[in-house]
C-alpha cells in the first residue's frame, strides 16, 4: 500500500470517528432530555420518589441507548455516504485524473439519484461542458500547430531551393534575378505569416485595445484602396467605386485598415485579369455599410462558412499564395470594432463582403 493510500485510509477512518463522536453528543443530549423530562412527568403524576438505585439504572440504560443510537447512526450515514457521496466522488476524481493525463473525451454519466436537486448532477454537468471546451480547443490548437507548419515550409522551402539554384555556376542574369525575386517573395509571405500570427494572437487574446476617434470613412476606403494600383493595373482590373461623402464612424482607424487591406487584397488576388472590382460605401439608417465585391472564382456553398477559421483555405492544394489568417483577422477585428460582416458568393462569378458598422450621427445645433 502506498504512503498516499494509507493516508487516504487514515484520513476516512479519523472522519468516521468524528461522525461517530458527533452522533453520540448529539444523542447523549436528546436522550437525556428526554429521560429527565419523562422521570420528572412520571413523579409528578405518580408522586414516587425515584431511589438512588433506580436513577443509577435508568442512566446507565440511557448511555447504552445513547452509545447503540450513535453506532446504528453512524453505520447507516455511512452506508449513506458511500453510495450518494463516495462514489459520486470518486467519479468525479477519476474523470479528474483523466482530463489531466490529455484524455478530453471522458465525460461523467449522471448519478440518478433519489434527490431531483443533487448537486453532484449540476457538478457533472459542468464538468461535461468543460471537458467539451477543453477538446475543442486541443482541436484547435492541434490543427494550428499542423497548419502553421505546414505554412512555415512552404516558404521556407521555396527559398532553399532557389538558393540552391542562385548556386549554380554560370548562371545567366535573367535567371539570377528570377531566382532572387521567388526568394524575395517567399521570405515577405513568411515574414506576412509572422506577423498575421502575432497580430491574430494579440487580439485573441485582448491585448489590443481599440482606440476610438471620430473619421471619414470614405477617405479611409480609398486610401487604402489606392494602396493597391499597381496591382490591379498589372492584371487590368477596372475598379468600380460609389462611396458616399462624410460618412463618419466612432472606431479605431488602424484596426479597420487591417480590415479593408485584407479585403482589396482578396479581391484583387482571386479576380482573374480585366475582371472588375467594386466598392461601395452608403449610409443605412444608424449604420455604414461598406461591400466589397468582385468577379473572382467565387467560393462554393460548403467551403462560406468556414472562410473566417484561421487557416482555412478554399484551394486545399495552396496553389493561391495566402495564408489563411487574412480573414479571421477581419472577423476578429470585426467583432471588437462591434461591427457585422458576411459574404455572399456564387463560383465563377464572384463574391461580395459586406460589412455594417455603427456611425456617428451628424449632430444638428
Not at 436528546?30 to 429527565?36: L, P, Q, R, S
Not at 479611409?220 to 467605386?241: D, G, M, R, V
Not at 449604420?287 to 460548403?302: H, M, Q, Y
Request: proline share 3%.
Amino acid at each position: 500500500m502506498s504512503g498516499k493510500e494509507k493516508k487516504n485510509r487514515r484520513a476516512r477512518w479519523l472522519f468516521a470517528v468524528r461522525r461517530y463522536i458527533s452522533f453520540f453528543l448529539l444523542m447523549a443530549f436528546v436522550i437525556t432530555c428526554c429521560m429527565v423530562l419523562f422521570l420528572n412527568r412520571m413523579s409528578q403524576t405518580t408522586g414516587m420518589v425515584l431511589s438512588h438505585d433506580d436513577i443509577e439504572k435508568a442512566a446507565k440504560a440511557t448511555f447504552l441507548n445513547v452509545v447503540l443510537l450513535s453506532l446504528l447512526c453512524t453505520v447507516i450515514d455511512g452506508i449513506r455516504r458511500r453510495f450518494m457521496i463516495d462514489r459520486p466522488v470518486r467519479k468525479i476524481v477519476k474523470a479528474a485524473e483523466q482530463i489531466t493525463k490529455g484524455n478530453f473525451s471522458v465525460r461523467i454519466p449522471p448519478f440518478h439519484s433519489l434527490d431531483s436537486t443533487n448537486g453532484f448532477d449540476v457538478i457533472a454537468d459542468y464538468f461535461n461542458q468543460m471537458a467539451q471546451e477543453l477538446s475543442g480547443t486541443e482541436t484547435l490548437r492541434s490543427d494550428f500547430i499542423a497548419n502553421v507548419s505546414h505554412e512555415l515550409k512552404t516558404p521556407l522551402a521555396v527559398m532553399q531551393n532557389y538558393g540552391t539554384m542562385l548556386q549554380q555556376p554560370g548562371l545567366s542574369e535573367e535567371k539570377r534575378m528570377e531566382y532572387a525575386k521567388a526568394v524575395t517573395d517567399a521570405s515577405r509571405r513568411l515574414a506576412d505569416l509572422i506577423t498575421n500570427i502575432l497580430k491574430l494572437n494579440k487580439l485573441e487574446n485582448q491585448q489590443i485595445y481599440p482606440k476610438v476617434e471620430t473619421y471619414d470613412l470614405g477617405e479611409q476606403l480609398c486610401e487604402c484602396l489606392l494602396a493597391f494600383e499597381s496591382a490591379w493595373e498589372e492584371k487590368n482590373l477596372k475598379i468600380e467605386t460609389d462611396v458616399e461623402e462624410e460618412v463618419m464612424v466612432d472606431t479605431d482607424s488602424e484596426l479597420l485598415s487591417l480590415v479593408w487591406n485584407n479585403l482589396f487584397s482578396n479581391a484583387v488576388k482571386f479576380t482573374q485579369p480585366n475582371g472588375t472590382i467594386s466598392l461601395s460605401l452608403k449610409s443605412e439608417g444608424n449604420f455604414a455599410v461598406v461591400k466589397v465585391s468582385d468577379t473572382g472564382c467565387g467560393i462554393p456553398a460548403e467551403i462560406g462558412p468556414h472562410i473566417f477559421e484561421k487557416f482555412y483555405q478554399g484551394d486545399t492544394s495552396h496553389a493561391t499564395q495566402g495564408n489563411g489568417l487574412g480573414l479571421a483577422l477581419v472577423k476578429r477585428v470585426i467583432d471588437i470594432v462591434g461591427g457585422d460582416i458576411t459574404v455572399s458568393s456564387e463560383v465563377g462569378k464572384g463574391s461580395t463582403f459586406t460589412v455594417k458598422l455603427r456611425r456617428k450621427q451628424n449632430e444638428t445645433p
